[in-house]
T-cell receptor, first 113, second 110 residues
Framework: DGGITQSPKYLFRKEGQNVTLSCEQNLNHDAMYWYRQDPGQGLRLIYY???????QKGDIAEGYSVSREKKESFPLTVTSAQKNPTAFYLCASRTSGHHNEQFFGPGTRLTVL | DAKTTQPPSMDCAEGRAANLPCNHSTISGNEYVYWYRQIHSQGPQYIIH???NNETNEMASLIITEDRKSSTLILPHATLRDTAVYYC???????????FGQGTRLTINP
């Protein structure tokens, strides 16, 4: 089945540790995205990538880093510089073109203790 | 991207039509109206989008006013599984990102 997978669903880390969230898609989509969602709020864009080996900052990139070495994979690292890392993280992808909708993964809930 | 305004919450009886309004009075001519929904603790799901004509698919209908300043998402026969937060988003043609507001929390009651 084609889709987007994020692992793990729940992640706990100690304050000051970097943590990498996984996002994999087998939809052959060119563009991939990372969003953050806080309780009761909408999604905010962290980073996005339109093609392999290229990515751009979104609205809240500080304290995060990404890589896009393969079309299928777009991992997000939450660094110790991110002051409030506890949140629900969502990965999405879409094909190129004007109107193609974004497909979202199931999300990873990160809790920093 | 146009700012969209939605009511924070709505209720609807199971089996009835759910009509979710969205105001986007500053929408520009090349901005489409997109609707997504998010069931609790899951990723958002695309529903439908339109520019100026009404649109219908297997999930819902989208009615856009002639002046394009508002729209209504219609779920014709709501079920309990339609309980979710519904987001109305303005998106410029070709733009990469989606800007999510707080959406409308729709509760379908048995």
């Amino acid at each position: 089945d084609g889709g987007i997978t994020q692992s793990p669903k729940y992640l706990f880390r100690k304050e000051g540790q970097n943590v990498t969230l996984s996002c994999e898609q087998n939809l052959n989509h060119d563009a991939m995205y990372w969003y953050r969602q806080d309780p009761g709020q909408g999604l905010r864009l962290i980073y996005y990538s339109q093609i392999v080996n290229d990515f751009q900052k979104g609205d809240i990139a500080e304290g995060y880093s990404v890589s896009r070495e393969k079309k299928e994979s777009f991992p997000l690292t939450v660094t110790s510089a991110q002051k409030n890392p506890t949140a629900f993280y969502l990965c999405a992808s879409r094909t190129s073109g004007h109107h193609n909708e974004q497909f979202f993964g199931p999300g990873t809930r990160l809790t920093v203790l | 991207d146009a700012k969209t305004t939605q009511p924070p919450s709505m209720d609807c009886a199971e089996g009835r039509a759910a009509n979710l309004p969205c105001n986007h009075s500053t929408i520009s001519g090349n901005e489409y109206v997109y609707w997504y929904r998010q069931i609790h603790s899951q990723g958002p799901q695309y529903i439908i989008h339109g520019l100026k004509n009404n649109e219908t698919n297997e999930m819902a209908s989208l009615i856009i006013t002639e002046d394009r300043k508002s729209s209504t998402l219609i779920l014709p026969h709501a079920t309990l599984r339609d309980t979710a937060v519904y987001y109305c988003i303005g998106r410029i043609q070709g733009a990469q990102k989606l800007v999510f507001g707080q959406g409308t929390r729709l509760t379908i009651n048995p």
